[in-house]
C-alpha cells in the first residue's frame, strides 16, 4: 500500500480526516500510513491552519529538537486509538521544554486489526531525531502545530531536514518552509523506517538544509521577523473529541478493512474537527 498525501509548499492543509485500513502487521516501530483525505472546517476562533511561518509560530509554545526513543499505543471504547511518541534528550531552540515530550496525537491500530488514522497529522520514526512545533493552544488531535515536525535524515552521505512526505527543506524565510522533490520512498505498512531514493539529490537545484543550517536559518528567521514563540504547551487533549463520530472512508488501495471493536464502523457525520 502506498501513502498519498498533498502538501504545498509552504501551505500545510488545516483539514483532517480519518482513513480506516486493514493493517496485518503492526510493532512499536510503526508509523501511521494514510490515503484518503476529507476536508473538516476548523472552529471559528480557535485554531487556525497554519499557512505560513507568521500563523504557524502564533500557535507555538515551543519549538524543541529531540530524539524519538519510544513509540506505544493506547486504545479505550470511549477515547478510541492514540499514539504516544516518546521525544528524548530535548532541546528548545525556542521557549521553554522539559527533557523529555510525550507526544500523543489521535489515531493507532483498533483492537481487530484495522488502523484509524488522521490523514494530515506528521508521521514519527523510532530512533531519529526531529525539530517539532508544540501547541499553546487546547487540542484533540495532536498537539503539533500542522506538519510543522520535521525529520533528521541522511540521503546520499548527506544530512538532510524532511517533512512527512519525505521532501527536503531548502530554505526558511518570512514567506515559510520551502521544500523540495520528494527523495524518500513512502512509509510501508511493515513499520519500517522510509528508504532514501538513491541520486535523489541531484535532481535538486538548491542544496537542501542540514539540521545545524535549518535551525540556524529558523532561528535568524524568527529575529528578521519579529517572531516570538509564547503560552504553555499542554501534553494532553482537552477531552471534547468524540472519535466514533467522525467521517471515515475505507482506503482504495487497500484490502477491505475489519471491523472496529464493537463491530460497528465510525458513523458518517462531518462536525468540526480541533486539533
Not at 500545510?12 to 490515503?35: P, R
Not at 476536508?39 to 511561518?53: K, M, T
Not at 509560530?57 to 524519538?68: D, H, N, P, R
Not at 539540521?211 to 519579529?226: G, I, N, P, V
Amino acid at each position: 500500500m502506498k501513502q498519498i498525501r498533498i502538501r504545498q509548499v509552504v501551505c500545510l492543509a488545516a483539514a483532517l480526516a480519518l482513513t480506516a485500513v486493514s493493517f496485518d502487521h503492526f510493532s512499536n516501530k510503526s508509523v501511521q500510513a494514510q490515503d484518503v483525505r476529507t476536508p473538516i472546517a476548523l472552529e471559528p476562533g480557535r485554531l487556525a491552519p497554519a499557512s505560513d511561518l507568521t500563523s504557524a509560530v502564533s500557535q507555538t509554545a515551543a519549538i524543541v529538537e529531540g530524539f524519538v526513543t519510544d513509540i506505544q499505543y493506547d486504545y479505550s471504547e470511549r477515547e478510541g486509538p492514540w499514539t504516544r511518541v516518546i521525544l528524548s534528550k530535548v532541546r528548545a531552540l525556542a521557549g521553554e521544554a522539559p527533557d523529555t515530550i510525550e507526544i500523543r496525537h489521535f489515531g493507532g491500530p483498533l483492537p481487530k486489526g484495522t488502523l484509524l488514522v488522521a490523514a494530515e497529522l506528521p508521521v514519527f520514526v523510532l530512533g531519529k531525531e526531529y525539530v517539532v512545533f508544540l501547541r499553546n493552544t487546547k487540542w484533540n488531535v495532536s498537539p503539533v502545530v500542522g506538519d510543522f515536525a520535521f525529520r533528521v535524515d541522511t540521503v546520499d552521505d548527506a544530512e538532510v531536514i524532511v517533512n512527512s512526505d519525505g521532501q527536503p527543506v531548502l530554505q526558511v524565510s518570512g514567506r515559510g518552509i520551502e521544500f523540495g522533490p520528494t527523495i524518500f520512498d513512502a512509509f510501508d505498512t511493515d513499520g519500517s523506517a522510509p528508504k532514501a531514493i538513491t541520486g535523489s539529490l541531484r535532481a535538486i537545484d538548491y542544496k537542501p538544509l542540514d539540521r545545524a543550517r535549518f535551525t540556524t536559518s529558523l532561528r535568524s528567521t524568527l529575529d528578521a521577523q519579529a517572531l516570538r514563540v509564547a503560552g504553555t504547551f499542554i501534553e494532553k487533549p482537552s477531552g471534547e473529541f468524540n472519535w466514533r463520530y467522525q467521517a471515515a472512508s475505507a482506503s482504495p488501495l487497500a484490502p477491505p478493512p475489519g471491523d472496529v471493536p464493537d463491530g460497528r464502523e465510525p458513523e458518517p457525520d462531518t462536525p468540526e474537527l480541533k486539533f
